[in-house]
């Protein structure tokens, strides 16, 4: 049983050796460790630090692509290494490494493929009182949205199974968190959370600049993603609400024409006819855009059993040459 703990970086010079150091080198039912990152396109001594520390894999990017193209590249690089389980963390030692045999221990014992760790957020001193009510209520949107019990849903201390790796997809340049909550979901991949802990801050959070760009981007990319697994439901709700105020402005107009009242309520029969036509076309894009997802299914399917035979075929000739 191989495990890659992989770690996205964008000029981490200063804390990365911290992060490594807390990372365990030894875990009951784990064979081997080894050690990946991700250069985001670093300006600084990133990757100097992290080979000198002795790092196995580096993925360099030469220029910053974004947290969630980092996470994914290096996904891809923990299968074609031969991981069994991937565990990604953060280069700013936010977690505690020790809890990383938290993390991949449902994974062994066989009881989940994702494991996400769950922070204390309301004890956590460097959260704003503004900032700890906003996780709270992203997370219960993922959850409505994913039909899931995920409580920490931004919470990048998560362990993969290889299963679960092949089938993740990312399509967000914001974050792989939230979308890949919402993906397991909807496509019935067992998740679950552990309780972690976390260590005081060494920095600022790079991903966003103010809490309006944080808010506003995750609640972008949690209705992309409903849109992309839910796109029946999601269309018929828009759609129901317009048809619904078009018929109730159709009943008001009616209302006046019967008391004798309709000669100057013409403006409500325009706006009743738009809406209703404008609910309609857009159960029709509802259709449509279910007919888009079931062809993405087929789709994420042959990309699975592609990279299973990628990633599955370099695993099978690394253990012949160890052999």
């Known amino acids: 049983m191989k495990l890659i703990i992989q770690i996205p970086c964008y000029n981490e010079a200063e804390t990365l050796e911290i992060a490594l150091n ?11 460790i080894e050690y990946l990152i991700i250069n985001d396109g670093s300006k600084d001594a990133t990757v100097e630090v992290a080979k000198k520390w002795g790092v196995h894999y580096v993925v360099n990017f030469k220029r910053n692509k974004g947290l969630a193209k980092g996470f994914m590249a290096g996904m891809d690089a923990c299968l074609r290494n031969g991981a069994d389980i991937i ?3 953060d280069a700013d030692n936010q977690y505690d490494g020790a809890d990383i045999e938290k ?3 449902p994974i062994l014992e066989g009881k989940s493929d994702i ?8 004890d956590t001193e460097h959260f704003s009182p503004l900032k700890k009510k906003l996780q709270h209520f992203g997370s219960y949107v993922v959850r409505k949205a994913s039909k899931s019990d995920i409580p920490d849903a931004p ?6 199974s290889r299963e679960a790796a092949m089938r993740m997809n990312v399509i967000n340049e914001y974050t792989y968190t939230l979308e890949t909550i919402v993906q397991a979901g909807r496509t019935k991949i067992a998740q679950t959370s552990v309780p972690i802990r976390t260590n005081p801050e060494l920095r600022k959070s790079r991903l966003f600049n103010s809490m309006f760009g944080y808010v506003k981007k995750s609640m972008l990319t949690i209705l992309r993603a409903f849109m992309m697994y839910k796109p029946m439901r999601f269309f018929n709700t828009v759609g129901a609400i317009i048809m619904t105020c078009g018929v109730a402005l159709g009943i008001r107009f009616l209302v006046y024409l019967f008391i004798g009242e309709g000669t100057g309520h013409i403006q409500s029969l325009i706006l009743t006819s738009m809406l209703i036509l404008v609910g309609f076309q857009t159960f029709l894009i509802g259709l449509q855009a279910d007919l888009i997802a079931a062809n993405r299914k087929l789709i994420e399917d042959v990309q699975y059993h592609v990279r299973k035979m990628d990633y599955d075929g370099v695993k099978i000739k690394e253990d012949v040459e160890r052999n």
Do not use: W
Request: aromatic fraction near 6%; proline fraction near 6%; avoid cysteine.
């Open 103 to 105: 993390l991949v221990r």
């Open 155 to 160: 919470s990048g201390f998560r362990a993969y």
């Open 115 to 122: 494991v996400i760790g769950e922070r204390p957020i309301d």
């Open 87 to 89: 565990v990604n963390t």
């Open 22 to 32: 807390d990372l365990p080198k030894k875990i009951d039912g784990i064979d081997e």
